[in-house]
């Protein structure tokens, strides 16, 4: 039986272990969102390590389940937590459970993360949207098995963060009595904190918020032709010229605390476009 799990992909060992698989939204919860999940009806909760080729986690707030229900009439996939390559995956490990979610055909991808604050306008606890990004993950996406649906599709590109739902998020964001404002997010490798030096270059590189993920599940998603919603809760927003330091621990409070906005927003969106 571990042989021929082996040598199928994780997409089709869900499809033949949950024939009612059928998402139409995946969603990836970053560090300490994983408790969206808690939003998702009917769920069936599948750890990361009992799914082929899926990686496990191994950073605080990252579970490592996927979680399949529903959010109102619309089924949904949601990825509690993900594996960054600061933890010694390879790019196509750490996109693997992106990447079976794709495969799946959903729809939409929304992605979630923690980042420290450059752009001074912006508070702890704050989710902004992200509408651009910086690479600084120096990673490329050429592996031939990062491509499950064939080289067909690698042609449907656009926007990797799609201006249509961005501005649907928005307008859901405003009916709720928010103001979500976005930016870009500059990726880099980790898993150390940025200096102050870091973020005055960031800074005049035109960064708004900086983290350790995100950019290749968007990109990924990008070239097959799947629109993409991004997010980052605001954990702590730097001051170059006072020295600070920053703890994981404050990380996952601030996201904890934000994690309602951000909650029905999502809900909210999926309902109504779904």
């Given at each position: 039986?571990?042989?021929?799990?082996?040598?199928?992909?994780?997409?089709?060992?869900?499809?033949?272990?949950?024939?009612?698989?059928?998402?139409?939204?995946?969603?990836?919860?970053?560090?300490?969102?994983?408790?969206?999940?808690?939003?998702?009806?009917?769920?069936?909760?599948?750890?990361?390590?009992?799914?082929?080729?899926?990686?496990?986690?191994?950073?605080?707030?990252?579970?490592?389940?996927?979680?399949?229900?529903?959010?109102?009439?619309?089924?949904?996939?949601?990825?509690?937590?993900?594996?960054?390559?600061?933890?010694?995956?390879?790019?196509?490990?750490?996109?693997?459970?992106?990447?079976?979610?794709?495969?799946?055909?959903?729809?939409?991808?929304?992605?979630?993360?923690?980042?420290?604050?450059?752009?001074?306008?912006?508070?702890?606890?704050?989710?902004v949207a992200i509408d651009s990004h910086i690479d600084w993950l120096f990673q490329s996406l050429n592996a031939p098995n990062l491509h499950p649906l064939g080289?067909?599709?690698?042609?449907?590109?656009h926007k990797t963060y799609d201006p249509a739902w961005l501005a649907r998020a928005q307008k859901a964001a405003g009916e709720l009595g928010y103001s979500l404002?976005?930016?870009?997010?500059?990726?880099?490798?980790?898993?150390?904190?940025?200096?102050?030096?870091?973020?005055?270059?960031?800074?005049?590189?035109?960064?708004?918020?900086?983290?350790?993920?995100?950019?290749?599940?968007?990109?990924?998603?990008?070239?097959?032709?799947?629109?993409?919603?991004?997010?980052?809760?605001?954990?702590?927003?730097?001051?170059?010229?006072?020295?600070?330091?920053?703890?994981?621990?404050?990380?996952?409070?601030?996201?904890?605390?934000?994690?309602?906005?951000?909650?029905?927003?999502?809900?909210?969106?999926?309902?109504?476009?779904?």
């Amino acid at each position: 039986m571990l042989d021929q799990e082996k040598q199928i992909s994780p997409a089709q060992w869900l499809k033949a272990n949950y024939p009612e698989c059928s998402p139409k939204v995946g969603i990836v919860l970053g560090s300490g969102l994983g408790d969206f999940a808690d939003s998702i009806a009917n769920p069936t909760t599948i750890p990361f390590q009992r799914i082929p080729s899926f990686p496990n986690p191994r950073v605080a707030g990252h579970s490592g389940n996927l979680v399949l229900g529903q959010l109102g009439s619309t089924q949904v996939a949601a990825l509690q937590g993900r594996c960054h390559l600061y933890e010694g995956w390879s790019l196509e490990q750490s996109l693997a459970p992106l990447n079976a979610l794709i495969e799946l055909g959903v729809e939409l991808v929304i992605l979630s993360n923690a980042a420290g604050g450059i752009n001074p306008r912006f508070q702890s606890g704050q989710v902004v949207a992200i509408d651009s990004h910086i690479d600084w993950l120096f990673q490329s996406l050429n592996a031939p098995n990062l491509h499950p649906l064939g080289a067909s599709f690698l042609g449907r590109t656009h926007k990797t963060y799609d201006p249509a739902w961005l501005a649907r998020a928005q307008k859901a964001a405003g009916e709720l009595g928010y103001s979500l404002a976005s930016g870009t997010y500059l990726a880099t490798l980790g898993p150390n904190y940025e200096t102050r030096a870091e973020y005055r270059a960031f800074a005049r590189m035109g960064a708004d918020m900086v983290g350790m993920s995100t950019v290749p599940e968007a990109l990924l998603a990008m070239r097959l032709g799947v629109p993409v919603l991004a997010f980052s809760i605001v954990t702590n927003v730097a001051n170059p010229d006072a020295p600070t330091t920053t703890q994981h621990t404050e990380v996952l409070e601030w996201s904890n605390k934000a994690k309602t906005i951000l909650q029905g927003m999502i809900v909210s969106l999926i309902r109504k476009h779904f």
